[in-house]
């Protein structure tokens, strides 16, 4: 069965639009989606072998258990997932629900590239087809013979809604309620636990992590021709309480001036920039997000210690 890619990639000029809003904002913050070139795609599923980042486990032991209850859930459609990463988590719903196709989609083409190649292989009767765009800006799919007249189920797995503060993360499930047009959603969101187990989750004693926050840096160096010294930037992660997320972020070791497609930014000592956020939800935050955002919660899945939850969204009405 084939495999097609369609590229809807952001241009470099709204990189350099977002990079420079990024720099003027205070605290400064960029979207999480730049920390994913192809060597920050390499490095997140080095992250996800960590000993303290238990969360690609336990939902991939969650979605292997209840594969054949999600399925008899789902029905028929093509299956959509945003962020599919390295894909080590579709493959329980590709084996059971049979989609006539799969839609990938990710904003790294390399993820895209290696995981299609993959699953082709083990799902030699379902039509692959990438997409790599900004989903958190995509409002429908793009016109495809093997979508058309098709129920659409989406699956956002890895927490990865957590990236978005609380007002985006409700923006994003509209839009992907528009774009399911009428399709259910399972979400993957990891829920609030000790601060301690958390921050080690997002700061390894590896360093991998550490490694991939700076690696946006690099990434910026190359794109946008920037003059930024990766190892003049600490890495930290950060329980907010208040907030219920854990802030990831690089901090000025000093007061320097870099230079970014020609424009000049300057640090202070321990200025901080925020590469991103991870917002935890308990299953009455997760409730209250899915209602804000049209959606209504119908079964949930979790693991032994209730720490993740797969949701099983359907619009509301
Ligand atoms: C945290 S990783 C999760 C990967 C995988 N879904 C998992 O659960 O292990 C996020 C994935 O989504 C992609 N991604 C992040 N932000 C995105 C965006 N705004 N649009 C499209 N893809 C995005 C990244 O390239 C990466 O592959």
Redesign the pocket.
């Known amino acids: 069965m084939s495999i097609e890619l369609i590229d809807l990639q952001p241009a470099v000029a709204d990189l350099v639009q977002l990079v420079r809003d990024g720099m003027r904002a205070r605290p400064r913050q960029l ?3 730049l920390l ?1 070139d192809a060597e920050g ?1 390499r490095l ?1 599923s080095k992250i ?1 072998e960590q000993p303290e980042y238990g969360l ?1 486990r336990t ?1 991939i032991a969650l979605l292997k258990d209840h594969a054949d209850d999600i399925a008899r859930t789902a029905g028929h459609g093509v299956v959509v997932e ?5 894909a ?2 579709v493959d329980p719903l590709l084996s059971t629900i049979q989609p006539p196709a799969f839609v990938a ?4 083409p390399s ?1 895209l590239e290696q995981s299609l190649t993959g699953l082709a292989g083990s799902h030699p009767n379902t039509a692959m087809v990438g997409i790599c ?4 800006h995509l409002t429908d799919l793009p016109e495809h013979p093997r979508l058309n007249g098709q129920r659409r189920i989406g699956f956002f ?2 927490s ?1 809604l957590g ?1 978005f503060l609380r007002n985006d993360a409700v923006r994003v499930l509209r839009q992907f309620r528009q774009l399911l047009a009428g399709g259910p959603l399972l979400l ?1 969101l990891d829920q609030p636990r000790d601060p301690t187990a958390l921050e080690a989750a997002y700061d390894d004693a590896a360093g991998v992590s550490a490694a991939f926050a700076r690696n946006l840096l690099s990434r910026l160096n190359r794109d946008l021709q920037g003059t930024i010294d990766p190892q003049r930037f600490a890495y930290r992660a950060v329980w907010q309480e208040a907030e219920q997320r854990i802030e990831m972020a690089l901090v000025s070791r000093c007061e320097q001036s870099i230079e970014l497609a020609g424009e000049t930014w300057t640090f202070q000592a321990h200025e901080r920039l925020i590469t991103e956020h991870s917002l935890k939800y308990s299953p009455a935050a997760a409730a209250d997000l899915a209602a804000a955002a049209g959606w209504r919660i119908q079964r949930r899945w979790h693991d032994r210690d209730d720490s993740f939850s797969l949701h099983w969204l359907e619009p509301a009405d």
């Open positions: 979207p999480a989606w994913y795609s997140f996800c690609t939902e945003f962020g599919i990463g390295n080590r988590k989609l990710d904003i790294s993820a765009c900004d989903h958190s797995p890895g990865s990236n993957g």
